[in-house]
């Protein structure tokens, strides 16, 4: 197949996978008091996976310095763009339809796609990595796209194949000019949904900076909206090294669930964005399960750091069995949140958790809950210290344990102060089923002195 037609086949195919894979979607339209260029951007969740979707639910919020941006999307019941701004577009069939109708009423001088493939091998042989496509009469595209091109590059991993880019000429002078941005999801779990987004970001970015509509100062790491809507929690999702499960209840499981929660503002974050400083943007972050050794080593010490400043100076921190490990002070990879040492546990399975935590988790009485690998022997450094509290305690033993460490009458979730910050420790897997979810969500609105914690108060 010739370039030609496989450029060519590229832009075709965004309207064929929308209407294959598609459920429900979203339209939005933000003007700057400026007048400037208008761009039109389409994001979806193809079969490779959604990373299109998740960087345009970020892009949709930027601040712009002039000109007008067009936003398609498929619906992921997000927060990030405001209620108000939107309209629903139907699915299926009625999509293309009514994204065709829009631009024809917008008249966008650029349309941009933001998808991912498996493996731009896929399209472009000589291709390796991930692919930008342009399409346009212009004269600066070709330098534009490669522009954009090396900036998706620089935001991935050390080791990110180098990006190529195809520039197809555009005879039609009264059409748009036309950008497909496609990064490459053929190594999931090295290439995360956070690397795939930021790349999408940084590209975007670039665009809009050429074309100057992003304030001087701004950055493609700006994954929040500068307002804060009343009432709503920002909630960051360590999404990065060591952030993995077995049982597929990894970062992305843990956002989906958290969307149903109307008071979430959720967004996933890496390592690079930590150690950008970038946690400024949100009140707690939740890192989850996984192996605790590489989420300490995948942060580095800048990082780790960055995380200590977030929470001294007044953030949240939700740690979940790996996450609980990586807030002790065992030892100098360790984030030192609260003064408190454990030892791992292979065990696996249903015990049972005897909560007394009518103030920071407003539970009291005996639940069942998952156990999976997590923290056990938690005790305090300093025997008489009162900054930590012992919120519950196993009261029995997971079926499947390949050590002679005992679980039962052991603390397994403990909070406590860190600076101006709250910190709240599960040993046990409560986000998940069986439970208490209710312990989950009332520790993020604790960690983030909501209105609806019992502790309201911006103190400890």
Known sequence: MSLLRVTAFVFALLFLQITLFANSFEYLKRSS???GPTIAVIGYQSEAGNAGVHALSQIATWELSRGTFVVFRESDSSELIHKKQIARLGNRSQWTESVNKILEEVKPDWVIQLSESFDAKSLI??????????????????ELVSKMSRAAEVAGLKDEPKWKHHILEMKDVELPQMISVVTSAKHPQKRRLWVRSRQQRAAMHE??????????????????????????????????????SSSGHDPVWIQHTLRLVPDFQTSLIGPVEIQAGKLSQFDVLLVGGGLSNRQSKGLGRRGRDSIKKFVKAGGGYIGICAGMFLACSSSD????????????CSGIGKIKLDFDADIEIQLKGTYPAKFSGGPVKVRKLDPSEKNVKILAYFRSEPLEKTTSRKLTDSPAIVSGNYGKGRVLLFSPHCERAPGPRSAFVNAIHWAAKSKDSPRSDRGS
């Not at 991930?130 to 004269?139: D, E, L, M, P, R």
């Not at 030192?336 to 040492?341: A, E, R, V, Y």
Request: glycine content about 12%; charged content about 20%.
């Open 33 to 35: 008091q400026k007048s």
């Open 125 to 142: 042989s000589e291709s390796h990595g991930s692919t930008i496509y342009g399409k346009g009469n212009v004269a600066n595209l070709a």
């Open 207 to 244: 665009l809009l900076s050429r074309l100057e509509m992003r304030a001087e100062g701004s950055s493609y790491d700006d994954i929040m909206p500068n307002h804060r809507e009343q009432g709503k929690i920002r909630l960051a999702i360590y999404h990065g090294p060591g952030a993995v």
């Open 333 to 344: 990879y360790r984030l030192g949140l609260l003064p408190i040492d454990s030892a791992s």
